[in-house]
Nanobody, 125 residues
Framework: QVQLVESGGGLVQAGGSLRLSCAAS????????VGWFRQAPGKEREFVAA????????VYADSAKGRFTISRDNARNTVYLQMNSLIPEDTAVYYC??????????????????WGQGTQVTVSS
């Protein structure tokens, strides 16, 4: 089984950058697709980006294209989300999630035990 822990959130001014990390335990992590989601206050959770286990198929929400980059380092059991040109609308709690199937990650239909606890990102104007 895989357990996920996010880090790297914080307070940043608009136009700034942050890199989020999703660290996983479990020897089979390299076989999992991993995604990032976010949830702003009063809003539903939304998909941000995902990456397949083979690192060949990054998928981005329209809001993330051109600004965010997802990557993974299987040797470190870590998936990253580099966020550039941040805007106040990016303020949210960011979660990572994992599944053996990329499609389930993109759809957000991942079982509860394969989600991290979240990290807060706040972008000031």
């Amino acid at each position: 089984q895989v357990q996920l822990v996010e880090s790297g959130g914080g307070l940043v001014q608009a136009g700034g950058s942050l890199r989020l990390s999703c660290a996983a335990s479990g020897r089979t992590f390299s076989r999992y697709a991993v995604g990032w989601f976010r949830q702003a206050p009063g809003k539903e959770r939304e998909f941000v980006a995902a990456i397949s286990w083979s690192d060949r198929v990054p998928v981005y929400a329209d809001s993330a294209k051109g600004r965010f980059t997802i990557s993974r380092d299987n040797a470190r059991n870590t998936v990253y989300l580099q966020m550039n040109s941040l805007i106040p609308e990016d303020t949210a709690v960011y979660y990572c999630a994992a599944d053996l199937r990329l499609g389930r990650v993109v759809a957000g239909t991942v079982t509860d035990d394969l989600w991290g606890q979240g990290t807060q990102v706040t972008v000031s104007s």
